[in-house]
């Protein structure tokens, strides 16, 4: 694309004032022609005849020509004015460009705008994705990595673009097939391009603009196709929610690691009972009860942890928690197995001696248990302790995990369309080889 100049001097005129044109007729097929660029443009391309005339020859001398497959209509008529990001402009010359990478053509529209008081402008479109461009005077720093007033671009592409289809006025002598070497950097929802052709470096900013905006303002009868796939400057969905909602998930997840906080201080993690026991096939009665024990306080967990002494053996424990006063129980059953040996990989461990069962809601008063095990056979001694209002950080956890059910949503859609977004550059975030 090339660069935009300073427009000469103009004599004043309102905004709202028609511009003014000059109407010509192409020497090679008669057709009409209108300038509207005035002094402010070196060549116009017809439509008609693909040729590219130089406005500074009063013959219109021809420049070259270019025979173009089939004609394109520009989806901004030449000579739409609109007022695009607070500038009022007018559509003056249009052309068509194309980069080849991997042995495909990818071709998009550019839309040279024109204003008398400022200039040029450039309005982009691929895929129904668009970008408003100026050029810049000054040059940006890096190579990668650029950084322009204070925002930092990634490199997205290097290709080398090419120009196939003229239309309208231009700056410059321009002609299908001239080429230029373009380095494209990011940074949503800008674009920061630089051109190298044989005689100069521009470089230019642009900035993504929806289609609904570009249709309003200029006006547009025909509505613009809906963009497809992700554009290098399209800016990601959500970005201003999800911004909210993490920093709403980070004052949730902190009200809840609060008050498990809290409930840990508070929580009495109090032992009730404790109790040795030894199982032996021989002996003839299996079930027992201990004796009875207090669960003091409030209504609360009741945590039973039971250790077996086993060898390569499992112990089955039926086991119920039994209020004195009513007689109901709670009945719950825990399998403690534990093994381990050495082979060919070294040693190995299957298991735990150690067991746990949480009660949940444990009203206070006085109770004992009732115990039934049973094994391979084998004589085993084990323990039972019992502990009331014991801290837990399970509900702790379901809370985070809810918690982060949304913002992991915002993100997983954020992460897929930055890959969708770099796939498409020298860099892409997942690579595929062609096997896959």
């Not at 709202?16 to 090679?28: G, N, Y």
């Not at 406005?55 to 901004?76: C, E, G, H, K, N």
């Not at 509900?395 to 859609?413: I, M, N």
Request: negative net charge; glycine residues 8%.
């Amino acid at each position: 694309m090339a660069g935009e100049t300073s427009p000469g001097p103009v004599a004043p005129a309102s905004s709202h004032e028609a511009p003014k044109v000059r109407a010509l007729a192409c020497p090679h097929c008669g057709g009409p022609l209108t300038v509207r660029g005035l002094l402010q443009t070196e060549t116009i391309a017809c439509g008609g005849c693909g040729s590219v005339l130089d406005l500074s020859d009063d013959s219109l001398r021809v420049l070259s020509t270019f025979r173009a497959r089939a004609r394109i209509a520009p989806s901004i008529p030449l000579g739409s004015r609109g007022k695009l990001l607070g500038d009022t402009l007018e559509v003056i010359g249009f052309l068509r460009r194309k980069v080849n990478v991997e042995g495909i053509d990818y071709e998009w529209s550019e839309y040279l705008l024109f204003n008398p008081y400022k200039g040029f402008r450039w309005l982009s479109e691929y895929n129904g994705h668009w970008t408003f461009i100026r050029t810049l005077l000054e040059r940006p720093d890096g190579l990668y990595v650029v950084s322009y007033q204070g925002r930092t671009f990634k490199h997205f592409q290097r290709a080398k673009a090419e120009v196939t289809y003229v239309l309208g006025e231009f700056f410059w002598r321009v002609k299908v097939g001239e080429t230029a070497l373009v380095d494209d950097y990011v940074s949503p929802p800008y674009l920061l391009s630089r051109e190298q052709s044989e005689n100069e470096i521009v470089w230019s900013l642009g900035q993504y603009v929806l289609p609904e905006v570009v249709q309003s303002a200029f006006r547009l009868e025909v509505r613009l196709p809906a963009p497809i796939g992700v554009y290098s400057c399209q800016p990601a969905p959500y970005t201003a929610s999800a911004r909210l909602i993490y920093r709403l998930f980070a004052g949730f997840l902190a009200g809840a690691l609060f008050l498990q906080i809290l409930m840990l201080f508070l929580a009495k993690n109090q032992r009730v009972f404790r109790g040795d026991f030894q199982y032996s096939p021989s002996s003839g009665e299996k079930s027992f009860v201990t004796d009875v024990f207090e669960v003091p306080g409030h209504t609360s967990n009741v945590v039973v942890r039971t250790h077996a002494n086993l060898s390569n053996s499992w112990l089955y424990l039926n086991l119920a928690l039994i209020d004195e006063s009513s007689g109901h129980g709670y009945d719950f059953g825990r399998e403690i197995s534990y093994y381990f040996g050495r082979d060919s990989d070294g040693s190995w461990s299957e298991g735990s001696p150690e067991d746990e069962a949480t009660l949940p809601a444990i009203p206070a008063g006085r109770y004992y248990l009732r115990v039934e095990p049973e094994n391979a056979g084998d004589p085993v001694s084990y323990s039972i302790v019992v502990y009331r209002d014991v801290p837990r950080w399970k509900f702790f956890v379901l809370a985070a995990l809810a918690l982060l059910s949304v913002p992991g949503y915002l993100f997983w859609r954020q992460r897929y369309f930055e890959i969708q977004r770099w796939a498409e550059s020298d860099h892409p975030l997942v690579t595929v080889s062609s096997d896959d």
